[in-house]
């Protein structure tokens, strides 16, 4: 007599058969903008080793150096490849290091926007009532405000309560948390939907009936089958992070002129692009563009795997 012995998949083989990577492999603009995505990550993290210099040690930077064009243009010198800014420092190097300012803010501010709006949507969509009342309207209150009014006033209350020397030194941590606090209804009201229709399916009616409580439902039954919605909404909201993080630096409401995020170095080439020093402005500005738009492009090829009515393949 021979047995034979089921074999189980493993989770990398069961992923390399999945229709996500066969999707993702036929789609080549998703493929290219995840390798662009890949390069601008891995320069942020390994900017102390990429990056010819470190803007934030001053003793590597020479105010003779301020204002270089770019190497390939006269006068520009081979040191610095995209020039230098007002400072002295190499714009090379302050896009590295802005990348990684840029991408860390953005991710944790998701991270808080992700927190708060997961379980207020399962909170508002589960209970439902006056619960679900409250917490809805006061997203819509929250709504009806533009991300960036909300993030600009919440700025100015915390700028005004901590003042300028105590904002800065914590501005990385205040610029989390005030695009978290902005961005939140956008969560809450996608998971609410997504709960509203799942809590009316049997294996919830199961859960209840065998005695789990409501958090318990709500964390191990429901979340998990709401995570479509949730990663292609993650997606987009790191876009829009970093950009509410570029247009409050350039607003001089975000990281202070030391600490150079993208957004920061375009607010200081932006005073001098019409002197002649336009590199200083438009390197950065090119890169945050380009950072945002395969953002923007993945988010929405997620969106359409994730929503089979359509993609089409």
């Known amino acids: 007599m021979s047995s034979t012995t089921a074999v189980v998949p493993s989770r990398w083989e069961r992923f390399k058969?999945?229709?996500?990577?066969?999707?993702?492999?036929?789609?080549?603009?998703?493929?290219?903008?995840?390798?662009?995505?890949?390069?601008?990550?891995?320069?942020?993290?390994l900017a102390p080793v990429v990056a010819?210099?470190?803007?934030?040690?001053?003793?590597?930077?020479?105010?003779?150096?301020?204002?270089?064009p770019p190497s390939w243009m006269e006068e520009g010198d081979s040191r610095f490849l995209l020039g230098t800014d007002d400072q002295g420092r190499d714009i090379f190097s302050t896009i590295l290091y802005g990348s990684r300012l840029s991408l860390t803010i953005g991710l944790l501010a998701v991270g808080?926007?992700?927190?708060?709006?997961?379980?207020i949507g399962l909170s508002a969509g589960y209970y439902g009532g006056r619960v679900d009342s409250f917490l809805m309207r006061f997203a819509d209150v929250q709504l009806s405000f533009s991300t960036m009014m909300v993030a600009i006033i919440v700025s100015a209350i915390f700028r005004t309560a901590l003042g300028a020397e105590m904002f800065a030194q914590y501005a990385v941590v205040m610029l989390v948390v005030i695009i978290g606090i902005a961005e939140w209804p956008q969560y809450a009201r996608t998971v609410r939907a997504s709960v509203l229709a799942e809590k009316k399916k049997e294996y919830v009616e199961a859960a209840r009936v065998m005695g789990f409580k409501a958090p318990r439902i709500m964390?191990?039954?429901?979340l998990p089958n709401c995570l479509s919605p949730i990663l292609v909404i993650s997606?987009?909201?790191v876009a829009n992070a970093i950009m509410s993080e570029a247009a409050l630096s350039f607003l001089g409401l975000g990281l202070p002129v030391d600490q150079p995020s993208?957004?920061?170095?375009?607010?200081?080439?932006?005073?001098?692009?019409?002197s002649g020093s336009w590199w200083i402005t438009a390197f950065p500005g090119l890169v945050l563009v380009t950072l945002?738009?395969?953002?923007?492009?993945l988010g929405d090829w997620l969106r359409d795997v994730f929503n089979p009515k359509i993609y089409k393949g």
């Open 17 to 45: 058969n999945s229709d996500f990577l066969y999707y993702f492999r036929k789609d080549k603009v998703a493929m290219f903008s995840f390798a662009v995505f890949l390069v601008f990550a891995l320069s942020a993290i």
């Open 52 to 68: 010819p210099t470190n803007p934030y040690d001053l003793s590597t930077i020479d105010i003779m150096d301020s204002e270089l």
């Open 112 to 119: 808080l926007q992700l927190f708060l709006g997961v379980i």
């Open 219 to 222: 964390f191990s039954h429901i």
């Open 235 to 237: 997606t987009v909201q």
């Open 262 to 274: 993208l957004g920061s170095l375009i607010s200081i080439g932006f005073n001098y692009i019409f």
């Open 292 to 297: 945002v738009l395969v953002i923007n492009l």
